[in-house]
Structure formats: structure tokens, C-alpha cells
């Protein structure tokens, strides 16, 4: 007798779930992130300020991502790719997350790569530190 086992389906992760009701300008977003997230985004080589993107808790999230809608996406965003893989530490997951939107900074269309390491607990995301490793103008979009 031939017997097959079905692929068991990994569920999907807090921060993709997050990612991607962040893509859809979901407020639902914050269920998946922790009372106490402890939340930072870095760039590499970019010209923006980003010390405001820098928060402990809930009330620190709702004032960051506000900005982020009203200066960086205000057009919101498309993501390109989504990539998370479980790390060897319990709970600890590393996501590429590649995007495409209208970069208030510059008034224009651009692409860039992230590098997101985070951590959740009972499906919530308690810490997320995201790297943006490029922030690339797309070609033949006017500054608007």
C-alpha cells in the first residue's frame, strides 16, 4: 500500500501577517504587535530623518505610523516580495520585504529592500528592528 502524507501547512508568522495588513492600510495591523513592542527603523545610506522612527508600546506605534502615512507612504505601498524565515531561536524570524510606493521624502516613485529581524510571543510581535538597505528611484517617474 502506497502512502502519502499531505505537506503540513506552517501557519503563517506574526510579522508577515503584520506586513501584509500593513501593504493593505489595514489598522487591524496593530493586533499582531505586542502592548510593549519594542519597534526601530533604520536606513543605510539615505538622506531622511529617521529618529522619529523609534518607539516603546502601542501609543509610540500609533504616533510612528501615522507619520510614516502621512510623509513616507502616502500613497501607500505595494510589496513586491515578503520573505520570513523562522531563525534557530525560538520565536526570532528574519523577513525580507521588498516594496514599491510614492516616497514622500523625495516626491517620487521609488522600490527598496528591508531586512526586518523580530520576535514574537503568542502570535504578536514584542520586538522589530527593520533595515531599509536601499531606497532606489524608480526610472521615468517625474518628481511629482
Known amino acids: 500500500m502506497n502512502t502519502t502524507t499531505a505537506p503540513t501547512k506552517t501557519p503563517v508568522s506574526a510579522i508577515e501577517t503584520l506586513l501584509r495588513k500593513f501593504v493593505a492600510g489595514d489598522p487591524a495591523l496593530v493586533t499582531y504587535m505586542a502592548d510593549d513592542i519594542d519597534f526601530r527603523i533604520d536606513h543605510f545610506h539615505d538622506e531622511a530623518d529617521v529618529s522619529w522612527q523609534v518607539g516603546k508600546g502601542l501609543a509610540d506605534i500609533a504616533t510612528i505610523l501615522t507619520r510614516l502615512g502621512t510623509e513616507v507612504f ?18 526570532w524570524m528574519l523577513t525580507t520585504f521588498e516594496q514599491k510606493f510614492f516616497y514622500g521624502v523625495r516626491g517620487r516613485m521609488c522600490t527598496s529592500a528591508t531586512l526586518i529581524l523580530s520576535h514574537e510571543t503568542d502570535g504578536k510581535v514584542d520586538f522589530f528592528r527593520e533595515t531599509v538597505t536601499n531606497v532606489i528611484d524608480c526610472p521615468d517617474t517625474a518628481a511629482i
Open 74 to 91: 502616502p500613497k501607500g505601498t505595494e510589496a513586491l516580495s515578503i520573505a520570513t524565515q523562522p531563525l534557530p531561536q525560538e520565536g
